[in-house]
């Protein structure tokens, strides 16, 4: 499995006894990410064990308090765990202002590095990449400059057939690199062994796409199209409509058009407004729409495959 989620708060504004605001941990490719933190954070990593010491990489989608004020909290928990690896933190302009200015005040400068990448292109930009990992932005419509994101795995080595390098005597673990880079083998006699004869096609890239708080917003199907599993808010029900205009969210049929649209092949719904008491609701909603929908709940893992729920904990 190399795509899975663990959603440590799905709901919008304040938090409340079972209801913790925006916070997911996403394991991809062997790469650790942590998108948005909102209040209780660190609690609720603890609860699901989520280990601390391998989250490099933070994604904030924006500055409104649910889903960012528990940034600060586990900045200063890193430190007293004696982190010493760079922390890299990527989010609007001003994200680097106010938590310097927090560390500042509160005299808790940290012995680790906290490196910047502050945003504010309206254009989805390229904003992460090592050899296994990419991420790009999402611009999306809310009341704030707002970014989604996009991680998407790169394309895998070739696979190694075993059963066929096993027939030519000549082919070494040292010749297997090459092999799994697509380069064919060529014998002693001369001879060209295809590559597609000894190898195998590697398993597609998966991604995830994160669409934080916005408005309906169809451009950004570009950006996400054939996504395997696309997060999208869903504050509000088809019935309050009315509310999205005004608050810059998102109806979860919506959400369910957005990924339709975009051939997702999973979509997960949360932010949910604490007006409703049926989440089962917003599942309904979005199920006439688009099929594979799931229910955002703290504590639940998701991955890109079809499988039953993980459930970590329950509150």
Known sequence: MSLQLTILGC????????????AQYLEINNRHFLIDCGEGTQSRMRKYKVGFSKINHIFISHLHGDHFFGLIGLISTFGILNREKDLHIYGPVGIKEITVLQLKLSKSWTKFNIIFHELNSKESELIFEDDKVEVRTIPLDHRVYTNGYLFTEKPKPRRLNIDKIKLYDEIDVCDYHNLKAGKDFQLSSGEIISNSELTLAPSAPKSFAFCSDTSYKPDIVPIIENVDVLYHEATFLKDREDLCDKTKHSTAEQAAKIAKAANAKKLII????????????????ANTIFDNVELAVAGNRYSNENIPLNVLSTD
């Open 270 to 285: 949360g932010h949910y407004s604490s007006r409703y008491k049926n989440l089962e609701d917003f599942k309904e909603e």
């Open 11 to 22: 709901h919008s504004a304040t938090p409340r006894v079972n209801a913790f605001p925006t």
